[in-house]
C-alpha cells in the first residue's frame, strides 16, 4: 500500500528557514507528480507546490510562496523535499505532500495524504 509520510515541520521564527521532507513507500516518486499542500486553522487546504515527474523535471508555486519555497528531490533516497525560506507567520499550517499523475490535477486527484507536519511561524 502507497504511503507518504511527511517530516521537518516545526517552531521558527519570522525570516527564518525550514526544509520539509516527503518519503514515499512502495511507490517510486520520480514517476510521478509530487505537490505539497498545506492546511492552516479554518482555512482551505492550498497547494504550494509541486515537482512534475523527473522526465518532465518542472516545477509549479503558488503565488503566496513563489520566491520563497523550492522543492526538490533525492532520487537516490526517493525523497521529495519542500525548502522554505524567509518563513512568514502566514506560511503557519499543516504541510502536506501527495501524489497523482501530473501537477495540474485538482487536490481530489492527488493521493497517500499523510498525517502531516506541522509549521508554526512565530516569534
Known amino acids: 500500500q502507497v504511503r507518504l509520510v511527511e517530516s521537518g515541520g516545526g517552531l521558527v521564527q519570522p525570516g527564518g528557514f525550514l526544509r520539509l521532507s516527503c518519503a514515499a513507500s512502495?511507490?517510486?516518486?520520480?514517476?510521478?507528480?509530487i505537490a505539497w499542500f498545506r492546511q492552516a486553522p479554518e482555512k482551505q487546504r492550498e497547494k504550494v507546490s509541486c515537482?512534475?515527474?523527473?522526465?518532465?523535471?518542472?516545477?509549479w508555486y503558488a503565488d503566496s510562496v513563489k520566491g520563497r519555497f523550492t522543492t526538490s528531490r533525492d532520487i537516490a533516497a526517493n525523497l521529495v523535499y519542500l525548502h522554505m525560506n524567509k518563513l512568514n507567520p502566514e506560511d503557519t499550517a499543516v504541510y502536506y505532500c501527495?501524489?497523482?499523475?501530473?501537477?495540474?490535477?485538482?487536490?481530489?486527484?492527488?493521493?497517500?495524504w499523510g498525517q502531516g507536519t506541522q509549521v508554526t511561524v512565530s516569534s
Open positions: 501527495a501524489y497523482s499523475y501530473s501537477c495540474g490535477g485538482s487536490p481530489a486527484e492527488f493521493r497517500s
Open positions: 512502495e511507490l517510486s516518486m520520480d514517476y510521478w507528480a
Open positions: 515537482a512534475s515527474p523527473v522526465n518532465d523535471n518542472t516545477a
